[in-house]
DNA sequence: GTGGTCTAGACCACA
DNA sequence: GTGGTCTAGACCACC
């Protein structure tokens, strides 16, 4: 998997970095056990400081996404026992309703904002009830 | 309308604000034209710099969500003139995809996902053509 | 309350400064929204890098236990809701393992040991039953 | 007695392994004077560097637990005279803030830590004069 | 070779 | 004044 960073952004580099794999994961571009680039590889080819790709790593594996073999490199986590329905409600709450703010503060209507999910949503690594809504789509044959 | 701010947030005092503002336009809680609380007056009921509360106004004055009138206040600014549709999913797909993403990474189903956007829509103001989906709720009379 | 770090004592020294930290609010030395030197302060005088510090702010904030207000500083966070019992034995239950084996290695019999905790107990701010079980003490008048 | 590794435990993998043997003497599934598996026997089964076995096994000898008979093999040692209780105190005493200083972070109760360490404690070969007390439990005959 | 820690010093955003 | 980010370069532990 190739990473980019656009200085740009305003987001800072190791955040990229770190968005980049959490999204190579869910969309299945990062299978477990598989083996990242090595910080002082990714440093060089990225033009960044190894520190900054190392903060990248350090926390992907605080929350779980990675781990480390000591001397060998970084790998990607199997995925973990899933949370709670509570909690993931919890969690996503905040980014479903900034997501849906936007949405109206720039005039969306709600049938688009739907369609807009549903094509995306076909790239991603569902689990679990694998019926998709008719809603939201899904790689439905 | 009233406006809080939580200092364990962790977003800087002037984002939240921003966000608060934001919000409640879109959920048609502040109403165009509607005057807001004046710097003075808002900094003192939060207990916060003038100066942040000042950065938040510019800010929202420089999007279009409110403007001044000077030496009367600052006021909800009209519904701008809807984007085009290709801006409208420029700017809402990283949105969506961090959605998504965390989504997937907690072991969301689709199907859950759909039903708490369909919830939450309910409480916003959407605009447009569309009846909403049945898939995604809304306020049907 | 004040920090300490012995450079001897083979832990990097930002985890000292977690540690301490952790143990300082367990113990009830520091109280919810209390605030923490700052970093450069702290770094000055334990002459240590401002980074170090920087470091050990940063991990307990990921983990709950402090909270940055931007501009302002460090400050302890107020208590999240306890887990559930299941993750509490699976999170507790490496650590008593290890101090179990510990302490059949040296020698030491099972009724020390109790001893040992019982006495340590007492400077800790238990919540929930505050019952104390006879083996383990705590402060019974 | 059989050795297994984690790659994803974040442990040097030669730590793995002295926590293993020292676990296993601790409760009493190595005996003394057993015979361990040769250097490249177990590098051999678990699939990894001889050397990380070897260090494992030097710093075991080194600490007492094991000891080598040149050609033989390595063994386990009887258990060493125990330490004064002074010592002991000494050396467990980190290990018990540190486990209260979880169980208080998390919520947990003295009366629940209490129960998990007494379940725990009859896994083990405990030595020395005491009955083990009713608190902690213990293998009652 | 791998990542982890620490230092030094710069620049920016927030209040 | 506060913390957050990034760079540069050093040293160590692990395999």
Do not use: H
């Not at 680039?37 to 929350?63: G, K, W």
């Not at 509570?86 to 739907?114: F, T």
Request: charged share 25%; with cysteine; glycine share 8%.
């Amino acid at each position: 998997m190739e990473f980019r960073i656009s200085p740009a952004s305003g987001l800072p580099i190791y955040q990229q970095l770190v968005e980049q794999v959490r999204s190579g994961v869910a969309r299945g571009k990062l299978a477990a056990d598989e083996k990242l680039p090595s910080v002082r590889e990714l440093s060089q080819s990225l033009v960044i400081n190894p520190n900054t790709v190392a903060r990248a790593y350090t926390e992907l594996e605080r929350d779980g996404v990675l781990y480390t073999r000591p001397g060998m490199g970084v790998f990607v986590a199997a995925k973990s026992a899933p949370l709670t329905k509570k909690v993931r409600r919890e969690r996503l709450l905040p980014l479903v309703d900034q997501l849906l703010v936007e949405a109206v503060e720039m005039g969306c209507s709600l049938a688009e904002l739907s369609k807009l999910i549903s094509e995306r949503s076909t790239v991603f690594e569902w689990n679990g009830t694998s019926e998709p809504s008719n809603a939201s789509g899904g790689k439905r044959k």
